[in-house]
């Protein structure tokens, strides 16, 4: 008799586990036709527009090819993190509006960067403990700036390059240079202002 009731209580949960099973499948289904939907549509907006978004950021934001295409890529990772990427009536302008929002971002951090070392200048002079230039400035912002210091007059170019890039103290440098150490800091202040006023002239392209 017991057997003869769990039997039919199988035989009831069954059509429920069936049904379970079925919507989970439907559900597997729909997932699967979305990630394959989103996959196209990354597909047909990266062969149309990267090569042209990464001559963008070349031309008008003088990134380096490496910087262009790495911003270029986080472009379309922003893109297609939209709730309904499909359903962007122009794609291509906003690629470009995500392609300039994440230039500005990085002018801005570019811009606190200077600040803060401008403000390091006027309390400061660095230590053997600070890092180098090269070594916490990436490729292209490397660039940028020795494309600015070169433009520097001479001895102001000399005393950053001898306090920023050499890290030598301003007792040192006024040796060097046959300057007092009020002057080497008024040098080297000045410099920073000057890269400061050029990042900021890059942001408000």
């Known amino acids: 008799m017991r057997a003869a009731k769990l039997a039919m209580a199988e035989e009831a949960l069954l059509p429920q586990e069936k049904d379970q099973t079925m919507a989970y499948s439907c559900r597997q289904t729909e997932v699967i036709g979305v990630m394959a939907s989103e996959k196209q549509l990354w597909d047909e907006l990266y062969n149309q ?87 916490v400035l990436g490729g292209e912002q490397l660039q940028a700036l020795q494309r600015i210091i070169e433009k520097l007059p001479a001895k102001r170019r000399r005393a950053f390059v001898l306090s920023r890039v050499h890290q030598m103290s301003y007792r040192e440098i006024a040796e060097v240079m046959g300057i007092s150490t009020d002057g080497v800091k008024k040098h080297v202040l000045r410099a920073m202002e000057t890269c400061q006023a050029h990042l900021m002239n890059r942001f408000e392209e």
Request: net charge negative; with cysteine.
């Open 49 to 135: 527009y990267q090569t042209e978004l990464v001559c963008y950021l070349q031309g008008k934001w003088h990134k380096t090819p490496e910087d262009a295409r790495d911003i270029v890529q986080q472009t379309f990772e922003r893109f297609m993190t939209v709730a309904e990427p499909r359903a962007i009536e122009q794609p291509r302008a906003y690629l470009y509006q995500l392609v300039r929002n994440l230039v500005v971002d990085g002018l801005r951090r570019d811009t606190v960067r200077a600040e803060h070392a401008r403000r390091e200048a006027l309390s400061e002079e660095p230590t053997g403990a600070d890092a180098p230039l090269q070594s």
